[in-house]
């Protein structure tokens, strides 16, 4: 399989690939656009803040092709947030591909979001052999709030989107190559899609 991590210097590039390693499997780390679209599929992880984050795929034009993409393809933590319309964070226009706007965490509750939270209502291959209640890791202070789209979902302060898909795009807020067995079978079922 050719697989492709997206590199545009804003992601955990490395943790998912030690992660991907860990299953076997070995993929490519790249900004070029020929490599990216002949990926059979695609991972988009990110670490960071919005408004810098999408500078560096504007810096690359990866603005433009990644909305292009027909292959599988995976957004992590702020990758599943990039994929939206907008963020509350620095008022900042993203790829635009899922149609739903990210919002900042206001509760009295401590934010970031870190730790372990339970996936819960879980509806897509990607969570195939996982449990209802199955906990996985997160590290966020801003959220997608449920919809349409939304695939699983996790309560903090109030129950937010864990997990998206829109056409072939699918997306976790979660770290799955952080959340112990559990990350590791998502990982797995969506090099199986």
């Known amino acids: ?11 955990n590039v490395q943790s998912v690939r030690f992660a991907l390693e860990r299953l076997g499997v070995q993929a490519t780390l790249s900004s070029d656009f020929e490599t990216i679209k002949a990926a059979d599929k695609v991972i988009f992880p990110g670490v960071g803040e919005a408004s810098s984050a999408m500078a560096q795929l504007k810096a690359r034009n990866l603005d ?3 909305p292009t993409l027909e292959q599988p393809f995976f957004g992590v933590c702020l ?7 907008h963020s509350e964070e620095g008022d900042t226009d993203l ?11 206001r509760t009295e509750l401590k934010v970031p979001h870190m730790g372990w939270n339970q996936l819960e209502n879980m509806a897509s291959p990607l969570f195939q052999s996982i449990q209802e209640q199955e906990y996985v890791y997160y590290v966020h202070s801003y959220y997608v709030p449920l919809s349409e789209y939304t ?4 309560a903090y302060a109030e129950p937010f989107s864990a997990a998206l898909q829109y056409k ?6 979660f770290h799955p190559e952080k959340s112990s067995a559990a990350g590791a079978q998502i990982l797995k079922n969506f090099l199986a899609l």
């Open 1 to 11: 399989m050719n697989l492709v991590i997206v590199d545009y210097k804003a992601g």
């Open 64 to 66: 433009k092709l990644l």
């Open 79 to 85: 990758g599943m947030q990039l994929l939206c319309r």
């Open 95 to 105: 790829l635009g591909i899922i149609p739903l706007e990210v919002e900042r965490f």
């Open 151 to 154: 695939i699983a979902r996790t």
């Open 168 to 173: 072939n795009f699918y997306a976790a807020q």
